[in-house]
Every structure is written in C-alpha cells, then in structure tokens.
C-alpha cells in the first residue's frame, strides 16, 4: 500500500506505507497518520504531507531561526497554525521568549499529534509561555489588539480549504495591525515550481510587499513537498533579513541545529532568476 | 502509463507518459524517450532520469556559469559525459571559450538526443569550436598531456555503470594533472538527502578534498532529481568560488540565465548544517 500525492494531474510521489497508524475526518479536514520506514511517522491533510519525521527540522528550523537571528528581542509570538507543534517547539528553544500565542482551527491536529508525532507535539504539553487556542486565525488577529507580537508566523496549509484565509489581504493587514514597530511575518509562501504552487506563491507576495514596507522571499530544501523547492515570506516594519542579521548574537546563544545556520540565512535570500522574475512581476 | 523512478526502495516518483517516444539498449546503457505534458521531453538511461526540458536550464546554468564566473579567462575547456549537450550549450555561449572537448562514452546518447531533444543538444552540431570524442572519460584524462585544460565539467550519471570510473581517485588525479594552474573541476556531486546518494556525496568530496587544495560544494534545487535537493563539488588549485568570484565581469556579459545570476551563486555554497557535517566527516 502506498501514500500518493499528486504534484500536478501528470506528476505523483508515492511513499510505501508500512502502517495506516490513524484515519479521521474532522470538521475541518481529512486527517491521516502513516508510518514509512525512510520517513517514519508522517501526517497528511486532505491528502497532502504535512510534516515527516525525516525531514520536518528543515521546515521548522527556517521558519524559526531566521526571524529570531534577525531580531534577538522578540518576546512575543503569535504562530498561526503549526499544529504538529514543530514550530512552537523551535521558538521556545529561545529563553527570550516571554510568550507564545498558538492559533489552531482544528485542535484533532493538535491532539493527534501529541498521540502520533511526539517528535513535534511534545513542545505543546507543558511550557508555561504557550497558550493554545483552537480559533480561526482569520478571525483571531481581527479581534487582537494592536502592537502586541513581535513575531507572526504563519505556519499553514495551502490556500486551499481551511487556510484560504490566511492568503487574504484582509489577513495581513490585521497582521500588520498586531504587529509592533518592530514587528516581523514569516508565512509559508508556497513554490515557484509547479504552476498551482507559482501561482499562489505569486498572489501571496503580490499582496504582502503591498502591506509591508519590507517583503523578502527565502527558500529551502523541503524533499517531500512538491519540487521540492520552498518558500517562506519575510515582511517586517523596519528588519531587512540580511541588513539586520545579528550572526555573532545568534551563533553566541550555542543553538544546535541540523539545517540554519547564519552563512545558510544569507544564502536563503539569494533566489534564482526565474523565481525573482516571478516575485517581481506585476499581478 | 507512468514513468517510475524508485529514490528508495520505499519512495518513488512518477510522471504520466503521453508518449514514450523511442527506446535501445545501446553497449552500454538501456536509453528510454518519453514526453510528458508537464516536462515535456524527458530521457532517462538505465532508469533513471537524466534531463526534461522543462528543468534542465537548472543543472546546466549551475554547472557552467559558477566556474566561468570566477575565472573568465577560462579557454580551453574538458566536458566529461554531457551528451544531452546542455553543459556544452551554455559553455559555447562565452565567446572567450577557445576550445570545448566533450567526452561521451556513449555515442548513441548524442546521437539520439540531437534527434529527440534539440533543446540540449543543438549546440553540439555546428560550433568549430567543439570537438566530442567517444571514448571513456577515464581513459581520456589518462592519456591527455598535463596542464592542458583551464576548466573540467564533469557531467556524470551517478557512480553506478558507466559514470563509475568517474569517481575514482585514479580520475580526480588525473584531472588535476592535466589542469592548469588556476584550473577548476567541477563534478556531479550527489544528494545529501537519501542513504545512497549520501554516501556517494561523502565518498566523493572526501577523494575530491584529498587531491586538491580548495574542494567545495554548491548546492541547487533540481526538482526531478531525487529529493530536489543536488550538489556539484567545486574543486580547483588556486581559486575560491566565493572571494575569487568576479561578479562585475560576469554581470557585464550580460548573458541572460534563467537559473543561475551572481547573488545566487553565492547563495549555493552556504550550506545546511547537516550537509556541513556529512562533507566534514571523515570518510
């Protein structure tokens, strides 16, 4: 038995599943657990890989690392999604941190995590800074406060089903609202490489370098996401990620990790002419 | 029908195959032509993928245009394997290049990619200042006189079959005999990601690192390769492909690449952490 996911309609990865560990519908969203021998325990939403065992230090490691090496005063954090509890778990690596606000439509994700992925999920059991909250992100920043983070990270699904909203410009503006003077948004920014993903890549950034004065794009080796090839968005109020980055305060916090490193964070930002020529275009 | 190529035993990526176009089994290897919508043309040998049209701009910008921007005195120019003529085609592009002489062991990978894949392999018909040689690329570089070459490019399959030789220490020896003093290898490097391929990448940069004086490697995504995640090794006697890299000059060439420009080059040594450590094990 295989786990198959379609990259386009012509192009599938499949992964030989050893175990159907779980299978449930929420109300959000199909939920499956799998076990493979190269990837061990892996989760998917509606069919599409979410997090590995092999390979989830490499999304979680940029999505974290880059906006605390930049701006080593963040206290507090709001992370939209990450219900796996990867990203959570990297940011309170940081004893900087005062506070961590987690917003996850679907608490079966959560739950099931802590049962299935321990890996990910144990960072969401008892860390007096986090606070769990099983809301519509969309929803959340509306009624948030502003100036209150000084991180958001979006760690979402695709714009498709319950993470439509989180590529809304209506989204980003209540990001920029929440965020203080000094405020950073990390957001999952999808791929330039297959044309569903380029395309959503393409809008997401439109709309963001439009909300924020300072909108960059980096990118990593994520091996079982589509090409390959991924993106995260970097906007902020006043932080240029290269300009800003703080490397000797970062390698001085002695932080082990298996993919950032701070020569890695400047490299992230230096994109292939053809993604650039896709970012800078006019849509 | 589907196109299936196994990256483990337990993973495996598949491309829906509008046409397969032409298949032999030539002396050395099997040789397979397909078309699919989303890559269009694509050739595989012994099964695994070689080259689609659609990301072969990727392998070819980063194999040729991050040597020649850190010496654009190269004239006098090795290709090892190559017979899809992409590596060929962007060498020919610098009207600095005096003489390219391309090694293919396999005459019928030319001959049936100038027929199937013109993209590539247009440029090996008409340009005097080419000459290609059926021979073995082991025994090439054994038998050339020494100091003859500024450049070497080695465009392998993986040490497995025919491209085994090419990842000896007999062949490393030989290609810095016969580089000049400033001269500069580069070399299909492998994949950090999957068990094999890593091992390969490991085995390989530690002959590289034990032969010449300045080894590196730059990495690039590639998405129809396994894990989209692949290396070449930048190995040379005099140059550092980062402090030595001219980037006013090449910006002057003002040759238009999809792929590769001088941020990115750059950008493509700094590696992960993980990778770091697999390269500085000893092996």
Redesign the interface.
């Known amino acids: 038995m295989?786990f198959t996911e379609h990259y386009?309609?012509?192009?599938?990865?499949?992964?030989?599943v050893?175990e159907h560990i779980y299978s449930e519908k929420s109300n959000y969203q199909q939920i499956d657990f799998y076990k493979?021998?190269?990837?061990g325990t892996f989760f998917t939403l509606d069919g599409f890989m979410m997090v590995t065992q092999k390979?989830e230090f490499?999304y979680h490691d940029m999505i974290s690392h880059v906006p605390m090496a930049v701006n080593p005063n963040i206290k507090n954090v709001l992370i939209i999604g990450g219900g796996d509890g990867g990203t959570a778990r990297e940011i309170l690596r940081y004893k900087s941190i005062s506070s961590v606000d987690m917003v996850e439509i679907d608490e079966r994700v959560v739950r099931l995590c802590q049962k299935f992925l321990p890996q990910t999920a144990s960072s969401l059991d008892d860390d007096f800074r986090l606070k769990i909250y099983f809301e519509d992100g969309l929803k959340f920043v509306q009624n948030s406060s502003s100036e209150q983070y000084d991180l958001i990270l979006v760690d979402s699904t695709d714009p498709i089903g319950p993470g439509e909203g989180l590529f809304t410009y209506e989204f980003y503006n209540n990001c920029n609202r929440i965020l203080t003077k000094e405020g950073i948004l990390i957001n999952q920014h999808e791929s330039p490489?297959?044309e569903q993903d380029a395309y959503e890549m393409k809008r997401s950034h439109s709309k963001i370098k439009k909300t924020f004065p300072i909108a960059k794009v980096y990118?990593f080796?994520m091996?079982t996401y589509a090409?390959?090839?991924w993106l995260f968005g970097f906007a902020s109020k006043k932080y240029d990620p290269i300009k800003d980055l703080k490397s000797n305060l970062w390698n001085n916090l002695n932080l082990q990790?298996?993919?950032?490193?701070t020569?890695?964070?400047?490299?992230?930002?230096?994109?292939?002419?053809?993604v650039?020529q896709q970012l800078e275009s006019n849509y």
């Open positions: 295989w386009q309609n012509d192009i599938k990865f499949s992964i030989e050893q493979n021998k190269t990837f390979d490499i490489y297959y990118q080796h091996p090409s390959g090839h990790t298996k993919y950032y490193n020569d890695l964070h400047i490299g992230a930002f230096m994109l292939p002419t053809y650039k």
